[in-house]
């Protein structure tokens, strides 16, 4: 049931899951899918919220991390958890793209094996290399309603690239779909500063600053390092 809520974007389902994982850890407490699980739903929640953390400590989510591969060392799953963990609350970006690459070892069409790659990728400043694991990503999630993840992170990594045209295309699309996800519009932004559009960049902006406050699954910022930081908010 869990899994089965989690692959909804729904804010409602993703602390229904919380709920579930915790009620699961309470009768088995080294249940391997329920531990990765409430580490990813936790992750995902601070996503929906710009700068909000939860509770639970970088050591309190990395121990739950590493417990689920112990126990589980064959989980594609639990190894992206723990990649997301190193990615975003530890900064230990070679580490993520390492137990990426462990996934998608152990499950070569794990989408987000690939998606855990690229986004690791683009925090090593390698946004070039990110693009052909995010396409894959992609098309691997091709009926998933979690796709416009990926394609969020592979839109970013081509205009990190200086491939706006491309990138432009894809999140035009994904703004059409998800007009409320303020981390698009803020894209978009930058891709017309890109391409030396300031009238198009001041709207897209002003069309972020109007989304920020409204909670979105889909809006997760990747803890990018300065030099792109620079290149996605040019202003500050």
């Known amino acids: 049931m869990a899994a089965e809520r989690f692959?909804?974007?729904?804010?409602?389902?993703?602390?229904?899951?919380?709920?579930l994982t915790d009620r699961a850890l309470e009768l088995q407490p080294d249940?391997?899918?329920?531990?990765?699980?409430?580490?990813?739903?936790?992750?995902?929640l601070e996503s929906v919220y710009p700068g909000h953390r939860t509770e639970n400590s970088d050591e309190s989510l990395t121990r739950m991390a590493d417990r689920a591969i112990e126990i589980n060392p064959h989980?594609?799953?639990?190894?992206?958890?723990?990649s997301h963990v190193r990615l975003w609350r530890l900064g230990n970006y070679t580490?993520?793209?390492?137990?990426?690459?462990?996934?998608?070892?152990?499950s070569p069409n794990y989408s987000w094996g690939f998606s855990a790659i690229g986004q690791a990728l683009i925090c090593l400043?390698?946004?070039?290399?990110?693009?052909?694991?995010?396409?894959?990503?992609?098309i691997l999630a091709d009926k998933d309603p979690w796709r416009p993840y990926h394609s969020g992170d592979l839109a970013l990594a081509l205009f990190l690239s200086g491939e706006s045209n491309r990138a432009l295309k894809i999140i035009d699309s994904l703004i059409s779909q998800h007009p409320l996800v303020w981390?698009?519009?803020?894209?978009?932004?930058a891709i017309f500063e890109q391409q030396?559009?300031?009238?198009?960049?001041?709207?897209?902006?002003?069309?972020?600053?109007?989304?920020?406050?409204?909670?979105?699954?889909?809006a997760g910022e990747l803890p990018l390092p300065a030099p792109y930081r620079e290149m996605l908010n040019p202003h500050g």
């Open 95 to 106: 580490g993520a793209l390492e137990d990426a690459y462990q996934s998608i070892k152990l």
């Open 125 to 138: 400043e390698r946004a070039s290399e990110a693009i052909k694991p995010l396409q894959r990503a992609q």
């Open 196 to 218: 030396h559009n300031p009238a198009g960049a001041e709207q897209s902006r002003q069309k972020a600053e109007k989304c920020k406050n409204t909670p979105h699954i889909l």
């Open 183 to 189: 981390t698009y519009h803020n894209l978009r932004a």
């Open 7 to 19: 692959s909804r974007l729904s804010l409602e389902d993703l602390h229904h899951v919380i709920t």
């Open 75 to 82: 989980s594609d799953y639990a190894y992206s958890v723990r």
């Open 31 to 44: 249940n391997p899918m329920a531990l990765a699980m409430r580490v990813d739903a936790l992750m995902s």
